[in-house]
Each structure stands twice: as C-alpha cells, then as structure tokens.
C-alpha cells in the first residue's frame, strides 16, 4: 500500500517536496556531530594513530557502495516483476550516487593504506571487488546514457543490475573466502563488533550521516528524472502535432 | 589539532570526500535548474502537461493544429 501511493510520480514529487527540508536539516546536523566527534572525540587508535579519522569517511562509503547498489537491485526488480513507474527512475538515479561512494572509498581506502600497508593499491579480492563495483556503477550510467527510450533503458540496465548483485557476495565475504591484506570486518559481526565504543560510536554516528545524505541526493535526483521525462514527452507531443503539419506547408507553393 | 606524521593522508581523504560530495550536491541543484527552465521555455511555447492551456496558443498558429 505504502509502494503503490507513490506510484503516482506527482504525488511522490509532492512527498519529497514536504520530506527533503527535514532530510537536509537531519542530513546537516547528524555530519556536524558526527564530524565533531571523529576530530575531537574519539581518540587516536594504538596502532594505527591518527589515520584511525580516516576511517570514519571510508566505512560508511563503503557501506553505502554496497547499500546504493541493494537498492538498485530492489529497483531492478520493481521494474522488471511489479512494473513499478518509479522503479527505474529509483535505479538509475541511485547509480551516480554509488558511483561516487564507491570512488571515496577506494580513494580514501588507498590514503589509509599508503600510511598503514606501506602501499596505495594491492590487487586483494575486497580491493578488486569494490573496483569491479565502481566500474559496474560507470558501466550502468553508460548504458542509461546509450538508449534514448527510458522504458528500454530501464529493463536492459535492470537485468545488468541484477546479474551485477552477485559481486555484493563477493564484496562482503571477501576476507573471509580469501587471505586478503584488507583486515576482516570488525563491526557487523556475528559475535558483535571488536572496536571500542569510543572509536565505534562515531563510526555509526557518520554512517547516518552518509546515509541521510544518499536519500536526501536520491530523492532530489529522482525528482529530477521525473522532470527530464515530463520535458521529453512534452518534447515528442510538441513534434507530433508539429509533424502533420510538414506536408501542408511543402504544398502550399505549388498550389 | 595536531593530526601527527600523517596529517596529510587524513586532511586530502576529507578533502577528496567535500569536493565528492559537493560535486554530488551541485550536479544534483544544476540538473534541477536546468530542467526548470527547459519546462518553462516550454510553457511559454505553448507545449505544457496543461492540454487547455496548451490549447490557447495552438488556436492562433496553424502549424501546430492539427
């Protein structure tokens, strides 16, 4: 029931209208407390120092890489099993969005580990995986891009993001299927997290931040592609009336 | 704040994500702008979701008449 009220896209452009206020001023307040704790509340790691603030923009990055593709991935599928009208506006407005948290966590994955590894870049499964990730997000953006019928678009680049969503797998076992240089997860657990309060709070104090700022960005991007859709059909009605139009003119001076 | 020996490891991580997710921000309020101006060039063609008010200036041009 909750789905279907936003089947209707003016509608669902009036909910964001009233929501993306609150989003942004939550957004806003949860990155400055967030930010005020990484510098100046949790203390330096033992081992690692002060690169430990690295950390606090890598991991929820790097979440949300894996997040912004799952809702892809359910989009995909309200697109190709519900038919939903919002589903492929959802999928590809959430794939730029994923590409550039996938970029910060490779970049600030490959700062932090110059300093900690002694390297930028190693070719370990979890450092490919999310590289295969952010070139899966480009690849989806290109293909958007290459067919000019959204509805078309939508169902090809749909069946690429779920065929794409057995890199997710992939992505999060990684260090535990392979001996990587990348360290085993040390917050989602099954036996609960192995970092300190103090280093773990803002932690997750930041991942809400980063995750506000995805649905604040994805609903706005998604007000957008509605607006582009509306100004191509107005663009297709305008030629079509324009068009019969042709023949009457090229008459008119041989009459 | 004293970052320590790698300061600026931490300082270009932070930078790098600002500019990200400032480009994000910006990419996301221009394509907004653009579209908004693109729909009301459009309205004032006469070419609106409104089919009456799209009527008004289709009645006096031939062209577009049908």
Known sequence: MGILNFANPTRFMKLVQLALPWLVGLCAITFAVGLYMSFFRAPEDYQQGNTVRIMFIHVPAAWLAMMCYSVMALSSLGTLVWKHPLADVSAKCAAPIGAAFTFIALVTGSLWGKPMWGTYWVWDARLTSVLILFIMYLGLMVLWRTMEDPIKAGKAAAILTLVGTLNLPIVKFSVDWWNTLHQPASVVRMDGPTIHPDILIPLLVMAAAFTLLFFTLHLMAMQNEILRRRVRSLRLRAASTARPARPSSTIQPAE | ?66
Not at chain 2, 22 to 38: N, S
Not at chain 2, 40 to 56: D, F, I, P
Request: neutral net charge; contains cysteine.
């Open chain 2, 1 to 66: 704040m004293d970052l320590g020996p790698h300061s600026d490891f931490i300082i270009s991580s932070y930078a790098i994500c600002f500019a990200v997710v400032l480009g994000l921000i910006l990419w996301v309020r221009m394509d907004r702008a653009k579209l908004e101006a693109t729909l009301k060039e459009l309205a004032a063609r006469g070419v609106s979701r409104n089919r009456s008010a799209e009527q008004k200036p289709e009645a006096s041009g031939q062209a577009l008449n049908d």
